[in-house]
Structure formats: structure tokens, C-alpha cells
């Protein structure tokens, strides 16, 4: 009964084909009114759009400030910076619009040049594909209509373009390495002057949590950051105009209403796929850091291979070299199945659906007249067909790449957001904010506000200490306020268990550790010389091991030639090392292999007396070598005028010092004037009466024993 009355209302004598005929006649009679009506409609969805992303923007961005606040007032906040989501957000146009003012430094600048002239010869190269594409139908046509002569014509036409069309094609690839390594070389310019001044570079690993792999940070993420960006510009420029420029030429023959229904079903389909589209640029900073972490372990295997291979301790390293491995290739696995399921949707959709969409399209001016276009024989049909088809097959690859290049940008959003956090912590690190998962819970309040203050440090001839708190970056309050201060020529002994915080101590005389609170006074850091227990040998010659950190140039400029040097290591009998490289003192090596641990000391020491700063602190600096040679060594650093601070727990040292600073290890400490001789004399008896003490429960026992009996 329904379908009869629905038939009803069609007049009997009114077929579908007559209705459809009718449509397209009033159709192509309103062509203009109805083109206007529909553009006007998809501006203002247009503008509704716009509007509506911008608001949904504006609630983003509160909502990851009040995300914010929160984080910042727990203890972990390292954590909600690490864990902070990788979108293509307005974090991510403000980082990638810094790391971009970086890479592209002003008008002026290469890179501008750069991109100016990649940007021409992409557009050059969309115009010769237009030229090609009509070409190549121009060409078939001749072929249908049988003329010979104009074919010939054309395949000469057809050569002579493919010189410039090469050229252009291999300049694009040109520019785009040039650029990756310009903006390669400004990004590591940029981090290297951050990285190694205000020793950054320390701070970054020892006094916060934020960063773990700051090496593979700048080998590896900052190239990659570069060839992505360079990449995009192309793989998203170039689409963009392709689009373009096809489209209109598209337009004019197969009519802009089919193009305008061809893009609004593409731009569904594509938001479809955008919807389905997993955060691969989340996916690839996880990978990244997943990578530098195993990286980092193997790393750590080399540097301490001997001590690893002397405890046996292979099977532990490789447990854990294998966990960090199975972590990365578990994740690298999961984001290979999420891109293989993505890739089928966007073949089939790319390549298939708009693919036949495409030759409805090119169908068009085949079985419908279009206003304005000519095509009427044979020959004209096939031209423009096989130009369609071309420009189509040109602007659907055109905007298949635009589609792909989500995924691009969302990789690239992954490395702009690793490069931006390690800047951001660099900066906050030059500021003096660290963040640091805090070890000890205990009095956490108490613990936070002495860590929440700053002390003052003020350039002096001599070193002060006045109420400063010795305070771990894991918030460990060693020492609550210490207050001692040394003169030239007051050489201090500092004694104490371990983990009492004397290193700690000479870690905020070198600026190293912030000064949490109280005053320090102490000279300028060239006047100050550290020799730690595991002296650092440089990469270079072996001069350059003794004049560290001074270079050739400077020792030179300093007056100080090789024969000085040679003096220097005499007296720490360490000159048959010059003699024993043929290359004499530009000999290279890798140092710590070639020399033993007490030649490392000497060495170190002859830097000292290279440097002869006014203070030295010299930090179980004489551990392996002989009672002799530690005296050789002490007594030739007083004759050059250093002032000595050591710390030690040889008694054979005491007698080079005057003064003592003892620890206890409680938060407790004494420092007083030292007299070695009696200081000794009166630890012996000490040591003496303990061990008598010691006996005393067994002299009671056979007391015991003799009375039973
Ligand atoms: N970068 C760091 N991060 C967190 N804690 C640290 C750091 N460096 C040192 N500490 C901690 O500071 C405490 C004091 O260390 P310090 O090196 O000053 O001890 P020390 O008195 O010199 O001991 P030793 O005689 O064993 O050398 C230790 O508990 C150590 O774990």
C-alpha cells in the first residue's frame, strides 16, 4: 500500500529519466545561484569550525595549567613533566615555534635563504607537472587521431622538459639535507652553549630527575628533529599547492561542483581516518627515550668493563641489558601492529575509495555537459581525460601525502617535545628550579623549606662558611648550618664517616650544589683546584693531560714550555712517561687504560703544581700511592705556596695540616686548631685503652673460671 501511494504522487505519465532531465535543465539554468548558495554555506561552516577549535583550544590550555598547579605541588612533579602527553596541541605549535626561531635565527639568515629557493622549486615542479600532464594527453590524442607529426613533435617536447623537470627534482632533495643539517647545526650550536656553561651539564644529571639521557638527547633526537622538519616542509608544501593548483585546473573541465562533492567526501573519510589515527608522535618519544635508556646501559657496561668482569657480575649486566632491550622491542612491536592496522585503513582508503572516486570525477565531462568545457570529438575526449586522470592521479597522491604527513607531524611532535623539555630543564636548571624525587621522608616540611631558600655567595681572598646547610639533592640535611673559615696557609684536615658530607662540602665550595642558605665566601673558581681520588683524564696527548684545562696555546701564552713541564714531573718521578711514547709529549692514548691507578694520581698531581692555584682540595687524592711519594707530594704543594684542604682517612696526613674540620656523622661537627704529634700520641693511647676494653669481658671470664674452680 505504501510504495503504491508513493508512486501515486509521480504522475503516471512522468518517468525517472524525465525527472532527473528536468533537475538537471532547472539545475544548469540556477547553476550560479545555487554554486553561490552552497560556497556561501561551507564559509560560515567554515568559520563555525574555526571558532569552535579555538574554544576547545582555550579549554585544553586551562585544563593542562590546572594539571599544572597540581603537579607543582606535589614532591613528584619530575613525573607529570615526563608523563606530559604528546598531541598536536598548542604546547606543541608554542615548542615547535621556539625550537623554529633556533633553527631559523632571522631574515637574514641561511636558512631563510634556504627555504626561500626549496619553496621556488617547488612550485617550478608543480608547474612542470601541469605542463607534463597536459603534454601526455596531447600526446595520446595525437596517438587516437592517428597524426604522426605532432606526436613526434610532442615526444621532443616531452624530452627537452625532462632537463629542467631532473634538475628541479634533485635541487628539491638538495635543500631538503642543507636545511636538515642547518637546522641540525643551530639546534646543537644552541644546546652546546647552554649544555656546557653554568656547568649545566652537571646539574642536568646529578642535581635533577627530568632528563636521563642528555648525550642521546643531542646526537640522536636533535638530528632527528632536523631531518623531520626539513622533511615536512616538503612533504606538506609542496602537497598543499599541488592541491591546489590541480584542483583549479581540474575544476575548469570537469566542473567545481563535482570537485567541491569529490572534497567533501574526502574530508569525511579523512576525518575518519584522523579519528582512528593512533598517537604515533607519543609512540615515537617512547621509543626514543626507551632507546637512549638502553643505550645508557650499554654505555655503562663499557665504562666499567674491568671492574664488571673482576666481580663475575656478566649474567646480573646481561639481565639487565636484556630487560632494557625486551622493554624497547616490546614497544617498538606494539607501535609496528598499530601502523601495520593503520596502513591497511589508509591504503584502502588513499589508494582505493578516492582512487574510484577520482574516475567518477574524471567520468564527469564524459557523460555530462559542462558549461564551459569543450570537450566534443573523440580526440578532445581522450585529451582531456587523460589530463584529468593525470592531474587527479597527481592531486589525490597530492593529498594522500597531505593525510600521511598527520603521522609526520605527529613523529614530529614527539621530537619537538624531547628537544623543547631538554631546553625547558636547561632553563630552569640556569635559574636554579630543580626537580628531584626527594629520598628521605622524614621531616619533609622542615626538609622543604631549607631547600626552598638561598644563601649568598660572595668572592673573597679567603674561604668562609657562616650558618650554610650541607644538604644532599635528594634532600638528605647532612650538616643543619656549618660555620668554619680558612686563610691562605691554613691547611684544614677534613675528617668523618662516610657519607657525612665532606665531598658534599667542596660540591658547594665549587659551586656544584646550590647554596641552600647562609653565606659563603670563597675566591674565584680559577683559584681554586680540585684533585679527586679518580683523577679525570682527557681525551688527547699527554701534555694535554698535565695542563688540563688549559689548551697548547694557552700554556704557551702562559710562558710555561715542555721543559717546565718535564721539571714538574720529575719531581713526582713520573718523567720516564715522556721517554717511553715515541711520540714523546703528543703522545695519544685512551689514558685511564694506560695508566694505573696510582701513575693517575701522579698525573693529577702534576696538574696541581701545572695549575698552582692559591687553594687545593685535595679529595683522597694519594689513596694509591706510597707513604714517600704522598710525602714528595705534600710537601712540594706547601713549597709552591697552595693552601691545602684534604680530606682523608690516613693518619700519615695529618701532620701536613693545621687545622681540622670532624664530622661525626650525626649532623654534628668540630673545628678546631690540629696538632698533629699530640693529636696522634693521644689516638694511639685511644686506640690502645679500646682494645684493652676490648679484652676486659674475657679477663672477666677466666676470673670467673678460676673462682668456680
Ligand atoms: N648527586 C647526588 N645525588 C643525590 N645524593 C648524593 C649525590 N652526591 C652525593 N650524594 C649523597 O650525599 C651524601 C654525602 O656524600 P659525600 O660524597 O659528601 O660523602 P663523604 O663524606 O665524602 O663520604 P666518603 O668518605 O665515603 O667519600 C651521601 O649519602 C651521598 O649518597
Given at each position: 500500500?505504501?510504495?503504491?501511494?508513493?508512486?501515486?504522487?509521480?504522475?503516471?505519465?512522468?518517468?525517472?529519466?524525465?525527472?532527473?532531465?528536468?533537475?538537471?535543465?532547472?539545475?544548469?539554468?540556477h547553476?550560479?545561484?545555487?554554486?553561490?548558495?552552497?560556497?556561501?554555506?561551507?564559509?560560515?561552516?567554515?568559520?563555525?569550525r574555526?571558532?569552535?577549535?579555538?574554544?576547545?583550544?582555550?579549554?585544553?590550555?586551562a585544563?593542562?595549567?590546572a594539571?599544572?598547579?597540581?603537579?607543582?605541588?606535589t614532591?613528584?612533579?619530575?613525573?607529570a613533566?615526563?608523563?606530559?602527553?604528546?598531541?598536536?596541541?598548542?604546547?606543541?605549535?608554542?615548542?615547535l615555534?621556539?625550537?623554529?626561531?633556533?633553527?631559523?635565527?632571522?631574515?637574514?639568515?641561511?636558512?631563510?635563504?634556504?627555504?626561500?629557493?626549496?619553496?621556488?622549486?617547488?612550485?617550478?615542479?608543480?608547474?612542470?607537472?601541469?605542463?607534463?600532464?597536459?603534454?601526455?594527453?596531447?600526446?595520446?590524442?595525437s596517438?587516437?587521431?592517428g597524426?604522426g607529426?605532432d606526436?613526434l613533435?610532442?615526444?621532443?617536447?616531452?624530452?627537452?622538459?625532462?632537463?629542467?623537470?631532473?634538475?628541479?627534482?634533485?635541487?628539491?632533495?638538495?635543500?631538503?639535507?642543507?636545511?636538515?643539517?642547518?637546522?641540525?647545526?643551530r639546534?646543537?650550536?644552541?644546546?652546546?652553549?647552554?649544555?656546557?656553561?653554568?656547568?649545566?651539564?652537571y646539574?642536568?644529571?646529578?642535581?635533577?630527575?627530568?632528563?636521563?639521557?642528555a648525550?642521546?638527547?643531542?646526537?640522536?633526537?636533535?638530528?632527528?628533529?632536523?631531518?623531520?622538519?626539513?622533511?615536512?616542509?616538503?612533504?606538506?608544501?609542496?602537497?598543499t599547492?599541488?592541491?591546489?593548483?590541480?584542483?583549479?585546473?581540474?575544476?575548469?573541465?570537469?566542473?567545481?561542483?563535482?570537485?567541491?562533492?569529490?572534497?567533501?567526501?574526502?574530508?569525511?573519510?579523512?576525518?575518519?581516518?584522523?579519528?582512528?589515527?593512533?598517537?604515533?608522535?607519543?609512540?615515537?618519544?617512547?621509543?626514543?627515550?626507551?632507546?637512549?635508556?638502553?643505550?645508557?646501559?650499554?654505555?655503562?657496561?663499557?665504562?666499567?668493563?674491568?671492574?664488571?668482569?673482576?666481580?663475575?657480575?656478566?649474567?646480573?649486566?646481561?639481565?639487565?641489558?636484556?630487560?632494557?632491550?625486551?622493554?624497547?622491542?616490546?614497544?617498538v612491536?606494539?607501535?609496528?601492529?598499530?601502523?601495520?592496522?593503520h596502513?591497511?585503513?589508509?591504503?584502502?582508503?588513499?589508494?582505493?575509495?578516492?582512487?574510484?572516486?577520482?574516475?567518477?570525477?574524471?567520468?564527469?565531462?564524459?557523460?555530462?555537459?559542462?558549461?564551459?568545457?569543450?570537450?566534443?570529438?573523440?580526440?578532445d575526449?581522450?585529451?582531456?581525460?587523460?589530463?584529468?586522470?593525470?592531474?587527479?592521479?597527481?592531486?589525490?597522491?597530492?593529498?594522500?601525502?597531505?593525510?600521511?604527513?598527520?603521522?609526520?607531524?605527529?613523529?614530529?611532535?614527539?621530537?619537538?617535545?624531547?628537544?623543547a623539555?631538554?631546553?625547558?630543564?636547561?632553563?630552569?636548571?640556569?635559574?636554579?628550579?630543580?626537580?628531584?624525587?626527594?629520598?628521605?621522608?622524614?621531616?619533609?616540611?622542615?626538609?622543604?623549606?631549607?631547600?626552598?631558600?638561598?644563601?649568598?655567595?660572595i668572592?673573597s681572598?679567603?674561604?668562609?662558611?657562616?650558618?650554610?646547610p650541607?644538604?644532599?639533592?635528594?634532600?638528605?640535611v647532612?650538616?643543619?648550618?656549618?660555620?668554619?673559615?680558612?686563610?691562605?696557609?691554613?691547611?684544614?684536615?677534613?675528617?668523618?664517616?662516610?657519607?657525612?658530607?665532606?665531598?658534599?662540602?667542596?660540591?658547594?665550595?665549587?659551586?656544584?650544589?646550590?647554596?641552600?642558605?647562609?653565606?659563603?665566601?670563597?675566591?674565584?673558581?680559577?683559584?681554586?683546584?680540585?684533585?679527586?681520588?679518580?683523577?679525570?683524564?682527557?681525551?688527547?696527548?699527554?701534555?694535554?693531560?698535565?695542563?688540563?684545562?688549559?689548551?697548547?696555546l694557552t700554556?704557551?701564552?702562559?710562558?710555561?714550555?715542555?721543559?717546565?713541564?718535564?721539571?714538574?714531573?720529575?719531581?713526582?718521578?713520573?718523567?720516564?712517561?715522556?721517554?717511553?711514547?715515541p711520540?714523546?709529549?703528543?703522545?695519544?692514548?685512551?689514558?685511564?687504560?694506560?695508566?694505573?691507578?696510582?701513575?693517575?694520581?701522579?698525573?693529577?698531581?702534576?696538574?696541581?703544581?701545572?695549575?698552582?692555584?692559591?687553594?687545593?682540595?685535595?679529595?683522597e687524592?694519594?689513596?694509591?700511592?706510597?707513604?714517600?711519594?704522598?710525602?714528595?707530594?705534600y710537601?712540594?704543594?706547601?713549597?709552591?705556596?697552595?693552601?691545602?684542604?684534604?680530606?682523608?682517612?690516613?693518619?700519615?696526613?695529618?701532620?701536613?695540616?693545621?687545622?681540622?674540620?670532624?664530622?661525626?656523622?650525626?649532623g654534628?661537627?668540630?673545628?678546631?686548631?690540629?696538632?698533629?704529634?699530640?693529636r696522634?700520641?693521644?689516638?694511639?693511647?685511644?686506640?690502645?685503652?679500646?682494645?684493652?676494653?676490648?679484652?676486659?669481658?674475657?679477663?672477666?671470664?677466666?676470673?670467673?673460671?678460676?673462682s668456680?674452680?
Amino acid at each position: 500500500m505504501a510504495a503504491q501511494s508513493k508512486l501515486s504522487i509521480i504522475p503516471p505519465d512522468r518517468t525517472l529519466k524525465s525527472i532527473i532531465s528536468e533537475l538537471t535543465t532547472f539545475y544548469l539554468k540556477h547553476r550560479t545561484k545555487i554554486s553561490r548558495c552552497v560556497y556561501l554555506t561551507l564559509f560560515f561552516a567554515l568559520l563555525n569550525r574555526i571558532r569552535s577549535a579555538i574554544s576547545e583550544q582555550k579549554a585544553a590550555a586551562a585544563r593542562q595549567a590546572a594539571a599544572r598547579q597540581r603537579a607543582a605541588t606535589t614532591l613528584g612533579h619530575g613525573e607529570a613533566t615526563k608523563r606530559q602527553k604528546v598531541e598536536l596541541n598548542r604546547e606543541f605549535f608554542k615548542n615547535l615555534f621556539r625550537l623554529l626561531r633556533i633553527c631559523i635565527p632571522g631574515w637574514k639568515s641561511k636558512e631563510l635563504r634556504l627555504l626561500i629557493s626549496h619553496s621556488i622549486f617547488l612550485v617550478v615542479r608543480t608547474l612542470i607537472s601541469l605542463k607534463v600532464a597536459a603534454m601526455d594527453g596531447a600526446l595520446v590524442s595525437s596517438l587516437v587521431r592517428g597524426k604522426g607529426k605532432d606526436f613526434l613533435i610532442g615526444i621532443v617536447w616531452w624530452m627537452l622538459i625532462a632537463v629542467p623537470a631532473t634538475f628541479t627534482n634533485s635541487m628539491l632533495s638538495y635543500h631538503q639535507c642543507k636545511l636538515s643539517l642547518q637546522y641540525r647545526t643551530r639546534l646543537t650550536d644552541y644546546i652546546h652553549d647552554k649544555y656546557l656553561s653554568n656547568m649545566t651539564f652537571y646539574s642536568l644529571s646529578a642535581l635533577d630527575d627530568r632528563i636521563k639521557n642528555a648525550d642521546q638527547l643531542i646526537t640522536v633526537d636533535v638530528s632527528k628533529f632536523s631531518n623531520s622538519l626539513a622533511e615536512l616542509y616538503g612533504n606538506l608544501a609542496k602537497p598543499t599547492l599541488d592541491m591546489s593548483i590541480y584542483n583549479y585546473s581540474l575544476s575548469k573541465s570537469v566542473g567545481g561542483e563535482g570537485l567541491f562533492f569529490m572534497s567533501l567526501l574526502v574530508q569525511l573519510s579523512a576525518n575518519v581516518m584522523r579519528a582512528l589515527t593512533p598517537p604515533f608522535g607519543k609512540y615515537v618519544a617512547d621509543e626514543a627515550r626507551l632507546e637512549g635508556e638502553f643505550r645508557f646501559e650499554h654505555s655503562r657496561l663499557i665504562d666499567y668493563s674491568e671492574e664488571i668482569a673482576l666481580y663475575n657480575g656478566h649474567e646480573a649486566e646481561k639481565d639487565t641489558l636484556d630487560k632494557g632491550y625486551f622493554t624497547l622491542i616490546k614497544h617498538v612491536n606494539y607501535i609496528l601492529r598499530r601502523r601495520f592496522t593503520h596502513g591497511v585503513m589508509e591504503d584502502f582508503i588513499i589508494k582505493y575509495v578516492w582512487g574510484a572516486l577520482g574516475l567518477i570525477l574524471c567520468s564527469v565531462p564524459v557523460f555530462f555537459k559542462i558549461p564551459g568545457a569543450t570537450a566534443a570529438t573523440m580526440g578532445d575526449r581522450t585529451e582531456s581525460f587523460v589530463t584529468n586522470r593525470r592531474l587527479l592521479l597527481s592531486s589525490s597522491d597530492a593529498f594522500g601525502r597531505v593525510m600521511f604527513s598527520y603521522k609526520e607531524i605527529t613523529e614530529l611532535a614527539g621530537y619537538t617535545s624531547r628537544v623543547a623539555t631538554l631546553l625547558d630543564v636547561m632553563d630552569d636548571i640556569k635559574a636554579g628550579r630543580f626537580e628531584k624525587t626527594l629520598v628521605s621522608d622524614e621531616s619533609s616540611a622542615e626538609q622543604l623549606e631549607l631547600m626552598s631558600g638561598r644563601g649568598t655567595v660572595i668572592e673573597s681572598e679567603d674561604i668562609e662558611f657562616i650558618d650554610v646547610p650541607i644538604i644532599t639533592p635528594g634532600g638528605s640535611v647532612l650538616v643543619k648550618a656549618l660555620t668554619f673559615s680558612m686563610k691562605s696557609g691554613d691547611h684544614v684536615l677534613v675528617v668523618g664517616p662516610n657519607g657525612c658530607g665532606k665531598s658534599s662540602l667542596f660540591r658547594i665550595l665549587g659551586g656544584l650544589w646550590p647554596v641552600y642558605g647562609g653565606t659563603v665566601r670563597k675566591p674565584p673558581l680559577s683559584q681554586v683546584f680540585y684533585v679527586p681520588q679518580r683523577p679525570y683524564l682527557s681525551a688527547g696527548s699527554l701534555r694535554q693531560q698535565i695542563i688540563y684545562p688549559d689548551s697548547l696555546l694557552t700554556m704557551r701564552s702562559k710562558g710555561i714550555t715542555d721543559a717546565d713541564l718535564l721539571s714538574i714531573l720529575r719531581i713526582l718521578d713520573l718523567d720516564h712517561l715522556v721517554s717511553s711514547f715515541p711520540e714523546g709529549w703528543d703522545a695519544e692514548a685512551e689514558w685511564r687504560d694506560v695508566l694505573s691507578g696510582g701513575l693517575q694520581q701522579r698525573v693529577a698531581m702534576a696538574r696541581l703544581f701545572y695549575n698552582r692555584p692559591k687553594y687545593a682540595i685535595l679529595d683522597e687524592c694519594t689513596s694509591s700511592v706510597t707513604l714517600e711519594m704522598e710525602k714528595v707530594m705534600y710537601e712540594q704543594a706547601k713549597a709552591l705556596g697552595i693552601t691545602l684542604m684534604t680530606v682523608s682517612h690516613r693518619r700519615s696526613l695529618w701532620k701536613y695540616h693545621n687545622k681540622i674540620l670532624q664530622f661525626d656523622g650525626q649532623g654534628k661537627y668540630i673545628y678546631t686548631k690540629l696538632d698533629a704529634d699530640r693529636r696522634l700520641k693521644l689516638e694511639d693511647e685511644r686506640e690502645d685503652l679500646m682494645l684493652q676494653l676490648k679484652q676486659v669481658p674475657e679477663i672477666e671470664r677466666r676470673i670467673e673460671e678460676l673462682s668456680a674452680a
